[in-house]
């Protein structure tokens, strides 16, 4: 069995502060989400796609879906508070060997990169994209001093999609569950069970839509670089 998708895309875009949930919002006349589905929907190797969707919009995910023609959907399936209780809920959809999880608000994720993780994980298991830290990060205390300054060659600024073997990914949501840990990733769900994460190296483009001013940005990013995203 291959690859299968999980998107989530089930958040309420609170920081967008748009009068629609922000996966909606169009790009060059398109949603968002759309942008992110046709990248998954043409690869060979997908077998399944599962969107996480907040209750009170699987019907209008539903129909844009069927309008944009986006194949191999397997499910549209109810999301959680936190982004992992949507992952936890997406992971039981499927049935394949491996999976990808990747957000519905990152729209610009290359066709190079995913064959790149897609190769990865069927050699190491688990392997998430990310991009070396452009800035200096520092540790900073409660009474804004600051504590140190983490060595930058080894700082990473880690995105998604990131991809494992489907058994040791629930292993790690059913762990994490057990517990009450709530990452900000996936990754960190496995590397807590004392697993290996490669990392492979993407690029800048791969933003995550936030904030209102990401939208500017991704819409440079469409018409500079419509080409390659
Ligand atoms: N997400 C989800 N379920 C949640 C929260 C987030 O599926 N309970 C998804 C979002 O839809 C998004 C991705 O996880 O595609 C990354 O989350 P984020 O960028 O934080 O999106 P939102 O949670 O929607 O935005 P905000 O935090 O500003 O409300
Ligand atoms: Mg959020």
């Known amino acids: ?11 309420r875009g609170r920081r967008m502060g748009a009068n629609v949930n922000k996966q ?5 006349g398109k949603p968002i989400l759309i942008h992110t589905l046709e990248k998954f ?7 399944e796609i599962v969107i996480v969707s907040h209750p009170d919009e699987i019907t209008i995910m539903e129909q844009l879906v069927q309008q944009y023609g986006i194949q191999r959907v397997k499910a549209i399936v109810p ?8 992952i936890y809920n997406g992971l039981t959809f499927l049935e394949t060997e491996y999976v990808m999880v990747h957000d519905g608000a990152r729209p610009f994720v ?6 790149q993780l897609w190769q990865t994980v069927q050699k190491i298991g688990a392997v998430a994209l990310g991009v070396p830290v452009k800035d200096t990060i520092k540790i900073v205390d409660q009474d804004g001093f600051i504590q140190s300054t983490p060595d930058r060659k080894s700082l990473w600024a880690i995105q998604t999609p990131q991809a494992f073997r489907l058994s040791i990914l629930r292993m790690a949501y059913e762990e994490a569950k ?3 840990f709530l990452g900000t ?18 690029d800048y483009h791969n933003i995550k839509i936030t904030t209102p001013e990401d939208l500017i940005l991704a ?9 390659e995203v």
């Open 24 to 28: 909606f919002i169009p790009l060059d």
């Open 219 to 227: 819409e440079s990013i469409l018409k500079h670089w419509s080409e």
């Open 41 to 47: 929907s043409r690869l060979p190797w997908v077998d």
């Open 110 to 115: 290359k066709q190079t990169h995913l064959e």
């Open 178 to 180: 057990k517990d009450r």
């Open 79 to 86: 999301g959680g508070k936190e982004r992992q209780d949507s």
């Open 185 to 202: 990733d996936d990754s960190s769900l496995v590397e807590r069970l004392g697993m290996k994460v490669m990392v492979v190296e993407g």
């Open 1 to 11: 069995m291959k690859c299968g998708i999980v998107i989530p895309a089930a958040g």
